[in-house]
C-alpha cells in the first residue's frame, strides 16, 4: 500500500517535497516513481528511484528541478521540487514495482498510491 502526501498551492519558484510511504511489502527490493496527471491529459512520467537509491531517471521536462530520494529504514520514497512552474501543476502519484532496472512507463508499475495534488500559481 502506497500513501502520498504533501501536496498543496504554491506560487511558481516555491519548492514543495512530496512523500510517499509505503507499506505491505519488502520495500527495499522495489524500485518506486512518481508520475503526474494533468486534467485531460494522460498521465505521464516523473522520476524513478532503484530499490537502492543509487540509481535515479528523470522526465527532461523536471530534470534539475526535481529530486527523487528514498529512505529505506522509513520504507519512505520523496520527490523534491524546487523552482516549480505553472506546468507542473497536477495530481502526483506514487508508484512501485519488483524490478532490478529502472522503469517509465506506466504500465511498468502494479502498485500505485492515491495521488496528491500539486498547483503551482504563476
Known amino acids: 500500500q502506497l500513501q502520498a502526501s504533501g501536496g498543496g498551492l504554491v506560487q511558481a519558484g516555491d519548492s514543495l517535497t512530496l512523500s510517499c510511504a509505503a507499506s505491505?511489502?519488502?520495500?527495499?527490493?522495489?524500485?518506486m516513481g512518481w508520475f503526474r496527471q494533468s486534467p485531460g491529459a494522460e498521465r505521464e512520467f516523473v522520476a524513478s528511484?532503484?530499490?537502492?537509491?543509487?540509481?535515479?531517471v528523470y522526465a527532461d521536462s523536471v530534470k534539475g528541478r526535481l529530486t527523487i530520494s528514498r529512505d529505506n529504514a522509513k520504507n519512505t520514497v520523496y520527490l523534491q521540487m524546487n523552482n516549480l512552474k505553472s506546468e507542473d501543476t497536477a495530481v502526483y502519484y506514487c508508484?512501485?514495482?519488483?524490478?532490478?532496472?529502472?522503469?517509465?512507463?506506466?504500465?511498468?508499475?502494479?502498485?500505485w498510491g492515491q495521488g496528491t495534488q500539486v498547483t503551482v500559481s504563476s
Open positions: 508508484t512501485a514495482t519488483v524490478a532490478a532496472d529502472l522503469r517509465t512507463k506506466v504500465d511498468d508499475y502494479p502498485y
Open positions: 505491505g511489502g519488502d520495500a527495499d527490493k522495489i524500485a
Open positions: 528511484v532503484s530499490w537502492s537509491g543509487s540509481r535515479t
